[in-house]
Protein backbone atom coordinates (compact mmCIF):
# COMPACT_ATOMS: atom_id res chain seq x y z
CA UNK A 1 0.00 0.00 0.00
CA UNK A 2 1.26 3.56 -0.88
CA UNK A 3 1.10 6.58 1.43
CA UNK A 4 -1.40 8.68 0.53
CA UNK A 5 -2.15 12.69 -0.02
CA UNK A 6 -2.52 14.04 3.65
CA UNK A 7 -1.67 16.62 5.95
CA UNK A 8 0.40 14.06 8.56
CA UNK A 9 3.20 15.87 6.87
CA UNK A 10 2.40 18.99 8.44
CA UNK A 11 2.20 17.91 12.11
CA UNK A 12 5.45 18.09 13.75
CA UNK A 13 5.32 15.42 16.14
CA UNK A 14 3.73 12.87 13.69
CA UNK A 15 6.48 13.69 11.19
CA UNK A 16 8.72 13.67 13.38
CA UNK A 17 7.52 9.67 14.20
CA UNK A 18 7.30 8.87 10.54
CA UNK A 19 3.75 8.40 10.42
CA UNK A 20 2.40 8.05 6.71
CA UNK A 21 -1.85 7.91 5.96
CA UNK A 22 -2.47 4.52 4.49
CA UNK A 23 -5.73 4.63 4.07
CA UNK A 24 -8.68 7.19 5.23
CA UNK A 25 -12.27 6.28 3.87
CA UNK A 26 -15.64 5.31 5.60
CA UNK A 27 -14.14 1.90 7.31
CA UNK A 28 -11.72 4.55 8.93
CA UNK A 29 -8.41 4.97 8.64
CA UNK A 30 -4.71 3.41 8.79
CA UNK A 31 -1.78 5.30 9.58
CA UNK A 32 1.71 3.26 9.62
CA UNK A 33 5.44 4.20 11.32
CA UNK A 34 8.24 2.89 9.81
CA UNK A 35 11.04 0.96 11.93
CA UNK A 36 13.44 3.66 13.31
CA UNK A 37 16.24 3.61 15.71
CA UNK A 38 14.66 6.93 17.52
CA UNK A 39 12.00 5.15 18.56
CA UNK A 40 13.19 2.33 20.26
CA UNK A 41 12.24 2.47 24.06
CA UNK A 42 14.16 -0.92 25.32
CA UNK A 43 18.23 -0.86 23.54
CA UNK A 44 18.76 -4.59 24.97
CA UNK A 45 15.71 -5.63 23.03
CA UNK A 46 15.31 -3.14 20.27
CA UNK A 47 11.33 -2.89 21.22
CA UNK A 48 9.81 0.27 20.34
CA UNK A 49 8.61 2.59 22.70
CA UNK A 50 5.18 2.34 24.17
CA UNK A 51 4.88 6.10 23.86
CA UNK A 52 5.54 6.01 19.69
CA UNK A 53 2.56 3.63 19.56
CA UNK A 54 0.57 5.79 21.74
CA UNK A 55 1.05 8.69 19.62
CA UNK A 56 0.22 6.82 16.71
CA UNK A 57 -2.94 5.69 18.33
CA UNK A 58 -3.61 8.93 19.14
CA UNK A 59 -3.29 10.37 15.56
CA UNK A 60 -4.52 7.64 14.23
CA UNK A 61 -7.82 7.86 16.36
CA UNK A 62 -7.74 11.84 15.32
CA UNK A 63 -7.65 11.30 11.64
CA UNK A 64 -10.33 8.83 11.88
CA UNK A 65 -12.80 11.75 13.83
CA UNK A 66 -12.63 13.60 10.48
CA UNK A 67 -14.96 12.88 7.56
CA UNK A 68 -12.94 12.11 4.09
CA UNK A 69 -13.31 15.45 1.98
CA UNK A 70 -14.08 17.85 4.77
CA UNK A 71 -11.28 20.38 5.05
CA UNK A 72 -9.28 20.20 8.60
CA UNK A 73 -9.75 23.71 9.38
CA UNK A 74 -13.55 23.00 9.30
CA UNK A 75 -13.10 20.65 12.48
CA UNK A 76 -10.57 21.34 15.47
CA UNK A 77 -11.03 18.78 17.95
CA UNK A 78 -9.27 18.50 21.13
CA UNK A 79 -8.12 14.27 22.99
CA UNK A 80 -10.44 13.88 25.88
CA UNK A 81 -9.10 10.39 26.82
CA UNK A 82 -7.29 7.62 25.43
CA UNK A 83 -6.85 4.07 27.06
CA UNK A 84 -4.13 1.79 25.58
CA UNK A 85 -3.78 -1.98 26.55
CA UNK A 86 -0.43 -3.23 25.29
CA UNK A 87 -0.92 -7.24 24.31
CA UNK A 88 2.69 -7.45 22.60
CA UNK A 89 5.96 -5.78 21.99
CA UNK A 90 6.08 -4.81 18.65
CA UNK A 91 8.60 -6.78 17.01
CA UNK A 92 11.96 -5.18 15.70
CA UNK A 93 12.57 -3.82 12.45
CA UNK A 94 8.50 -3.98 11.13
CA UNK A 95 6.43 -1.70 10.62
CA UNK A 96 3.96 -0.61 13.05
CA UNK A 97 0.18 0.38 11.62
CA UNK A 98 -2.86 1.53 13.30
CA UNK A 99 -6.26 0.95 12.21
CA UNK A 100 -8.98 3.18 13.97
CA UNK A 101 -12.45 3.43 13.42
CA UNK A 102 -14.84 6.43 14.86
CA UNK A 103 -17.93 4.29 15.58
CA UNK A 104 -19.93 7.77 16.48
CA UNK A 105 -20.13 10.79 16.56
CA UNK A 106 -22.25 13.52 18.60
CA UNK A 107 -22.61 17.10 18.18
CA UNK A 108 -19.79 17.26 20.69
CA UNK A 109 -17.91 14.04 21.26
CA UNK A 110 -16.87 11.65 18.82
CA UNK A 111 -15.75 7.81 20.04
CA UNK A 112 -12.96 6.04 18.31
CA UNK A 113 -11.40 2.49 19.06
CA UNK A 114 -8.48 1.05 17.31
CA UNK A 115 -5.99 -1.63 17.01
CA UNK A 116 -2.15 -1.46 16.42
CA UNK A 117 -0.27 -4.14 14.61
CA UNK A 118 1.78 -5.54 12.79
CA UNK A 119 1.61 -8.51 10.43
CA UNK A 120 -2.11 -9.07 10.06
CA UNK A 121 -4.92 -7.11 12.59
CA UNK A 122 -6.13 -9.84 14.00
CA UNK A 123 -2.89 -10.15 16.04
CA UNK A 124 -3.00 -6.95 17.73
CA UNK A 125 0.00 -5.30 19.52
CA UNK A 126 -2.15 -2.52 21.36
CA UNK A 127 -5.83 -2.06 21.37
CA UNK A 128 -7.02 1.49 22.09
CA UNK A 129 -10.41 3.42 22.95
CA UNK A 130 -10.33 7.62 22.69
CA UNK A 131 -12.96 9.89 22.78
CA UNK A 132 -12.32 13.42 21.32
CA UNK A 133 -14.05 16.53 21.95
CA UNK A 134 -15.48 19.07 18.92
CA UNK A 135 -13.82 22.68 19.68
CA UNK A 136 -14.42 24.81 16.93
CA UNK A 137 -13.13 25.67 13.51
CA UNK A 138 -10.07 27.00 12.46
CA UNK A 139 -12.03 30.75 12.37
CA UNK A 140 -13.48 30.49 16.05
CA UNK A 141 -17.03 28.98 15.08
CA UNK A 142 -18.55 25.99 16.39
CA UNK A 143 -18.30 22.90 14.01
CA UNK A 144 -19.83 19.47 15.64
CA UNK A 145 -21.79 17.25 13.44
CA UNK A 146 -22.86 20.23 11.24
CA UNK A 147 -19.37 20.27 8.91
CA UNK A 148 -21.40 16.58 8.15
CA UNK A 149 -21.72 16.50 3.86
CA UNK B 1 24.14 -4.79 26.46
CA UNK B 2 21.95 -5.02 29.77
CA UNK B 3 21.05 -1.45 30.55
CA UNK B 4 19.57 -1.85 34.29
CA UNK B 5 22.34 -4.40 35.25
CA UNK B 6 25.45 -2.46 34.13
CA UNK B 7 23.84 0.61 36.16
CA UNK B 8 23.59 -1.40 39.18
CA UNK B 9 27.05 -2.66 39.13
CA UNK B 10 28.53 0.71 38.72
CA UNK B 11 26.75 1.64 41.50
CA UNK B 12 23.88 3.68 39.85
CA UNK B 13 21.16 1.91 40.26
CA UNK B 14 19.04 5.04 41.70
CA UNK B 15 20.90 6.91 38.85
CA UNK B 16 17.49 7.90 36.26
CA UNK B 17 19.45 10.71 34.13
CA UNK B 18 21.25 8.04 33.08
CA UNK B 19 18.79 5.78 32.46
CA UNK B 20 16.46 9.05 30.01
CA UNK B 21 20.14 9.36 28.03
CA UNK B 22 20.59 5.77 27.29
CA UNK B 23 16.97 4.93 26.04
CA UNK B 24 16.35 6.63 22.16
CA UNK B 25 12.75 7.91 22.35
CA UNK B 26 13.41 9.19 25.47
CA UNK B 27 16.27 10.57 24.42
CA UNK B 28 14.31 11.94 20.87
CA UNK B 29 11.92 13.55 23.31
CA UNK B 30 14.56 15.11 25.10
CA UNK B 31 13.51 13.82 28.71
CA UNK B 32 15.77 14.57 31.57
CA UNK B 33 15.43 13.86 35.64
CA UNK B 34 15.91 15.92 38.34
CA UNK B 35 16.46 14.47 41.53
CA UNK B 36 15.64 16.02 44.84
CA UNK B 37 16.43 13.38 47.95
CA UNK B 38 13.99 10.88 47.16
CA UNK B 39 11.88 13.30 45.22
CA UNK B 40 11.72 13.00 41.11
CA UNK B 41 10.59 15.01 38.32
CA UNK B 42 10.72 14.22 34.89
CA UNK B 43 11.38 17.41 32.28
CA UNK B 44 10.26 17.75 28.63
CA UNK B 45 11.93 21.04 27.70
CA UNK B 46 10.06 22.53 24.51
CA UNK B 47 11.20 21.52 20.69
CA UNK B 48 9.42 21.73 17.91
CA UNK B 49 9.07 17.96 17.01
CA UNK B 50 6.21 17.70 20.20
CA UNK B 51 3.79 20.12 18.58
CA UNK B 52 0.84 18.30 17.01
CA UNK B 53 -1.44 21.43 16.31
CA UNK B 54 0.61 23.97 14.48
CA UNK B 55 -2.37 26.62 14.61
CA UNK B 56 -2.97 26.88 18.49
CA UNK B 57 0.22 25.78 18.73
CA UNK B 58 -0.10 22.84 21.13
CA UNK B 59 1.79 19.60 21.87
CA UNK B 60 0.82 16.54 20.53
CA UNK B 61 -1.44 14.09 22.75
CA UNK B 62 1.07 11.61 22.13
CA UNK B 63 4.15 13.33 23.18
CA UNK B 64 2.14 14.05 26.30
CA UNK B 65 0.92 10.43 26.45
CA UNK B 66 5.04 9.28 26.48
CA UNK B 67 6.00 11.46 28.73
CA UNK B 68 3.01 10.44 31.20
CA UNK B 69 4.42 7.10 30.58
CA UNK B 70 8.14 7.77 30.84
CA UNK B 71 7.20 9.46 34.36
CA UNK B 72 5.81 6.57 35.69
CA UNK B 73 8.49 4.14 34.35
CA UNK B 74 11.17 6.49 35.91
CA UNK B 75 9.28 6.64 39.34
CA UNK B 76 9.41 2.64 39.20
CA UNK B 77 12.72 2.25 38.94
CA UNK B 78 13.69 4.54 41.10
CA UNK B 79 11.58 3.04 43.63
CA UNK B 80 12.48 -0.81 42.76
CA UNK B 81 15.47 -2.03 41.38
CA UNK B 82 14.25 -3.93 38.08
CA UNK B 83 16.43 -6.26 35.63
CA UNK B 84 14.35 -5.21 32.72
CA UNK B 85 12.62 -2.06 32.25
CA UNK B 86 8.83 -2.58 33.45
CA UNK B 87 6.55 -3.43 30.57
CA UNK B 88 3.45 -1.24 30.05
CA UNK B 89 0.33 -3.42 30.22
CA UNK B 90 -2.09 -0.71 30.50
CA UNK B 91 -2.94 3.16 30.53
CA UNK B 92 -5.62 5.37 30.41
CA UNK B 93 -4.52 8.96 29.90
CA UNK B 94 -7.21 12.41 30.84
CA UNK B 95 -6.02 15.11 28.63
CA UNK B 96 -7.45 18.16 30.67
CA UNK B 97 -5.72 21.00 29.33
CA UNK B 98 -3.72 22.04 25.65
CA UNK B 99 -0.13 21.80 26.53
CA UNK B 100 0.98 24.82 25.20
CA UNK B 101 5.01 25.28 23.45
CA UNK B 102 7.06 25.51 26.67
CA UNK B 103 8.72 23.23 29.00
CA UNK B 104 6.33 20.38 30.93
CA UNK B 105 7.35 18.77 34.13
CA UNK B 106 6.02 15.33 35.46
CA UNK B 107 5.65 13.74 38.57
CA UNK B 108 4.25 10.64 39.19
CA UNK B 109 2.90 8.11 42.42
CA UNK B 110 3.04 4.24 42.60
CA UNK B 111 -0.34 3.65 43.70
CA UNK B 112 0.44 -0.14 44.54
CA UNK B 113 3.05 -1.76 44.46
CA UNK B 114 2.91 -5.83 44.26
CA UNK B 115 5.33 -8.41 43.49
CA UNK B 116 4.72 -8.90 39.11
CA UNK B 117 2.67 -5.74 38.87
CA UNK B 118 2.54 -1.69 39.98
CA UNK B 119 -0.25 0.47 39.44
CA UNK B 120 1.39 4.22 38.78
CA UNK B 121 -0.23 7.51 38.71
CA UNK B 122 1.17 10.30 36.84
CA UNK B 123 0.51 14.25 36.35
CA UNK B 124 2.43 17.00 34.15
CA UNK B 125 2.12 20.29 33.83
CA UNK B 126 3.76 23.41 32.66
CA UNK B 127 3.49 26.95 34.75
CA UNK B 128 1.45 25.41 37.54
CA UNK B 129 1.58 22.24 39.24
CA UNK B 130 -1.96 22.83 40.68
CA UNK B 131 -3.33 22.68 37.02
CA UNK B 132 -2.04 19.79 35.39
CA UNK B 133 -2.25 19.35 31.16
CA UNK B 134 -2.70 15.40 31.47
CA UNK B 135 -2.98 12.36 33.71
CA UNK B 136 -2.40 8.81 34.05
CA UNK B 137 -3.01 5.38 35.42
CA UNK B 138 -1.42 2.64 34.43
CA UNK B 139 -0.51 -0.91 34.77
CA UNK B 140 2.96 -1.94 34.83
CA UNK B 141 4.28 -5.73 34.61
CA UNK B 142 7.86 -5.73 36.69
CA UNK B 143 11.05 -8.11 36.32
CA UNK B 144 12.57 -7.27 40.02
CA UNK B 145 15.69 -8.72 40.50
Same mark, same amino acid.
Given at each position: ????????????????????????????????????????????????????????????????????????????????????????????????????????????????????????????????????????????????????? | ???????????????????? *??? #??????? /???? %?? !???? +? &????????????????????????????????????????? *??? #??????? /???? %?? !???? +? &??????????????????????????????????????????
Amino acid at each position: MEPIDDHLSQIPHAAAIGMTLIQHDDNGCVVKIPYADHLVGDPDTGVVHGGAITALLDNTCGMAVRIPGVAREDVMMATLDLRIDYMAPAEPHQDILAHAVCYKRTRNIAFVRATAYQSTPDDPIATCVASFMFTGTAEGGFSGVETTP | MKLLLELRDQGRGKDMQAVV *EQI #PYMRFLG /ISVD %RK !GNEI +T &TIMPFRQQLIGNVMLPALHGGAIGAFLEVTSVIQLLFDTAC *ERL #PKTIDVS /IDYL %RS !GRPQ +T &TYGRAIVTRHGRRVANVRSEIWQDERSKPIAVSHGHYLLTPF
